[in-house]
Nanobody, 124 residues
Framework: QAQLVESGGGLVQAGGSLRLSCAAS????????TGWFRQAPGKEREFAAY????????SYADSVKGRFTISRDNAKNTLYLQMNSLKPEDTAVYYC?????????????????WGQGTQVTVSS
């Protein structure tokens, strides 16, 4: 069955960087647009970044634009999120997900397969 596994989270000081990875298996990864979402304690899950099947189109939430970069390697069935200039408000569990063919890219309801999440904690 389809499986997404995130890695690369951890504890970092404000201003630092982390690179998240999401390894996909059990599905044809290149067929799916994908995205990163995050959920902070006590808050709803929110959109962070989106990338099309080929990687030619990307989109970001305003809160991460200019600091985060989403990319993918279809040959390795892997999605990435490079996070720079991290802020304490970036602290959250980060999830990768594959998008359904229809639906709005920034809405979680538009995604079908989800990873288990990886914790990112940014200290001030």
């Amino acid at each position: 069955q389809a499986q997404l596994v995130e890695s690369g989270g951890g504890l970092v000081q404000a201003g630092g960087s982390l690179r998240l990875s999401c390894a996909a298996s059990g599905l044809t990864f290149s067929f799916y647009a994908t995205g990163w979402f995050r959920q902070a304690p006590g808050k709803e899950r929110e959109f962070a970044a989106y990338i099309s099947t080929s990687g030619g189109t990307t989109s970001y939430a305003d809160s991460v634009k200019g600091r985060f970069t989403i990319s993918r390697d279809n040959a390795k069935n892997t999605l990435y999120l490079q996070m720079n200039s991290l802020k304490p408000e970036d602290t959250a569990v980060y999830y990768c997900a594959t998008k359904l063919y229809s639906g709005t890219y920034y809405r979680s309801e538009s995604y079908n397969y989800w990873g288990q999440g990886t914790q990112v904690t940014v200290s001030s």
